[in-house]
Structures are given as C-alpha cells and as structure tokens.
C-alpha cells in the first residue's frame, strides 16, 4: 500500500508503523514542515514535536515546488510533480489519500488511476459542519464529489466515524461494500503505559503543579483560537463554585490576552494557562485531571477526547466536534452539550464531577469505550480488506 500525506503528523505515524510491521506499506509526504519544525498559525510560535514521526516505515518527502509553505490545505501550499514518478515506480496496487484540498492531491487523483492503481479514501468529513456550508458550495461538491471523483474515482471510503460516514453518504456513496470502518485513533497502547506509569503519581504531579488535592481539575488542551472556543470555558468555570474547581487550559494562541483579561476581569482564582506542551509532557496534566472539557464550535472529530478516554477521564464534549457521535454515551462516560451553551456546560461539568464515585465510573467507562478506536482495530480491518 501507498499511503499519501502532507506531512508526518503525531496521530497517524504510529498507525502506519504498526502496518509496516503487518504487510508492506510506503509513504509519500508533500512536506517535512511537522519535523523540521517552524511556525504554527494557530499557537503563535515555532513548534517542533518531540515524539518520533518517521520511525518504523518506509517514506519518502517528495520535492515541494512551493518550498516552506505551512501544510493548511490552501490548494498551491503542495505542488510536488515528483509524486507522479512515485505512483509510477510503486509497486503497490491501493493508493491511501487523506485530502483532496492539494494540488498535489489531484495529480494523485488523476495518475494514480492511469498507471492501474485504486484510490483508498480517508478523510476527517463530518456531515455535520458540511451541512453548516452554504447551499451554492453544497451544490459544486455535489457536481464534483458526488457526480465525479466519488463516483468514478475513488475505489473504497475509509471512514472515521459516524458522521464521516454520513458525510460521504450524503455525496451520493451507498455501496456498503465500498466502506471500511477505520476509527480515529491515538496511539491507545502507548498511552495505556504512560496512564499506569503516571497515575501513582498523580497526587505529587498536583502537587508540582500548585493546586490542593481537594480541587477538582477541569482540562482543557488545545490552541487559543476561537474554533476551539476557550472563552467559552473560562465563561462556564466562572459559573462554578470557585473554591472547588480548578481550571487547567494546556495551549497556546491568539486570544491568550482576551482570556487573561477575562480572568482578571472576574478576579477568577485557580486558572492556570500553561503556553505550549509537548506531546512528551501532556501526559501528566491529564493524570492531575478529574474532567477533559472539549468546547469548540467546529471541529471535524478531536483527537484530544481519545487521548483523555485513555487516561480514564469523563468527557464534555460539544456537539459540534465530530467525535461526539462516537466517543460520548451521555450519562456514561460524559456529556454532549450545545455549543456556545455557556450554563450547559457548566452544568455538565458539575455532573461529571460530582462525587468521586460518578467520576470514577464514568471514567472508566471512557477507558472501555476507546477501546474500540484504536490502531489494532483500524490495521485489521485494511487487512481485511485487502484480502477481499
């Protein structure tokens, strides 16, 4: 298999490390931006993740004519010619492609058929923020996706979750046959090790961290950006009885100011706005947590909630993120409020903690649930699917 991607990206990489050790894969990249580190938009800073991206599988970066461009789906952000050859000289007969928002990813969509290749589709679509589009968009989707590159093109749809698959569903793909059930997923493995290293721990990792042991700890990771809608969060904590909560935001971003002058505004106490984590450090801010809180108004799933399922934790997630279909069983394992709901937040957050008995069993509720997003999962139901 030939799996096409803008870049090496933290969620994906163990995934396809996991295929190689299964059946034989390679990788095509437009771009080495995530590796070689540089600005990101959204936190306001020079990132570079410290966690392996290549390790494991064979890839390959192909030349990007639009050098240093930064990998937000604008269409002349990947121009590579180069892959052409590449789709050429492969010998696998599925080409995997998680976009068509590239340039480079129409030249895969054009080739890879005419040198006997089949498309494998796997995108993030959720039917839900397709439907908050405009009707004139709908309708050249429909033209182009429906009536041309679903119809014609792409061979199978490798979908995410419900509303993926909703989402392809409403473009016109009815063909059980044509779907393979690939989950979002986070490395659940690695974050089971880290969880029972860590949790142990947890009452000195407070500790390090400032906050008493009788607070409850709501999490929020993520960019200050208004999708992700932190603001909404600080809103919502203000409703709360302040000497019982305590509020960890792990991010960075635009509207940092605005949320440190709504802070201070308010003389709200017990709110820590960490800046930038790493992928290596964010473990322990999940171990100190007693709710992940996920408040954005839009998001095409949010891979964070799986990474707090992990580390045994209730979940209040928007309706509006994509994962909320799959991941939250209300009443479960956490709470799916309207987004922008202000005072249903609050409220959710009250409920997920209200007694350490209800926290528990709601998170290890979450604990059961994600075990079936998870890589093993995702890696056998391609097998499966490449026998048939």
Known sequence: MLFILSHPIQYISPLLKHLASKTDIEVCYYSDVSVKGGFDKGFGKE????????????FVFVK????????????????????????????????????????????????????????????????????????????????????????????????????????????????????????????????????????????????????????????????????KQPLDLLKAFQLLPNEQYALIMVGEGELRSQMQQFIDTYKLSGIMLTGFVNQSEIWEYYVAADVFVMCSNSETWGLSVNEAMNFHLPVVVSEASGCSADLVKSGKNGFVFKEGDIEALASAIKKATDSKDINSEMGAASASIIQDYTIDVVSNNILKALKK
């Open 64 to 227: 990007n004519w639009r050098k240093n461009q930064p990998m937000d789906t604008r269409f002349l952000n990947a121009f590579n010619p180069g892959i052409i050859g590449e789709l050429r000289k492969t010998k696998s007969k599925i080409v995997v492609i998680n976009s068509w928002a590239y340039a480079t990813d129409w030249l895969v969509l054009i080739f890879a058929p005419l040198f006997g290749k089949k498309i494998w589709l796997r995108t993030e679509n959720p039917i839900n923020k397709e439907l908050n589009k405009s009707k004139f968009t709908r309708f050249l989707k429909t033209i182009l996706l429906k009536h041309i590159l679903f119809r014609f093109i792409i061979d199978k749809f490798l979908f995410i979750g419900i509303r993926n698959k909703k989402f392809y569903e409403y473009y016109g793909v009815a063909d059980e046959s044509r779907f393979i059930f690939t989950p979002y997923c986070v490395d659940n493995y690695g974050l089971n090790r880290k969880y029972h290293e860590l949790i142990h721990k947890k009452d000195k990792i407070r500790e390090k961290l400032g906050i008493p042991s009788d607070k409850k700890i709501i999490l929020f990771t993520g960019k200050y950006i208004i999708q």
């Open 47 to 58: 990132i570079k993740w410290d966690i392996p991206l290549l390790d494991g599988y064979k």
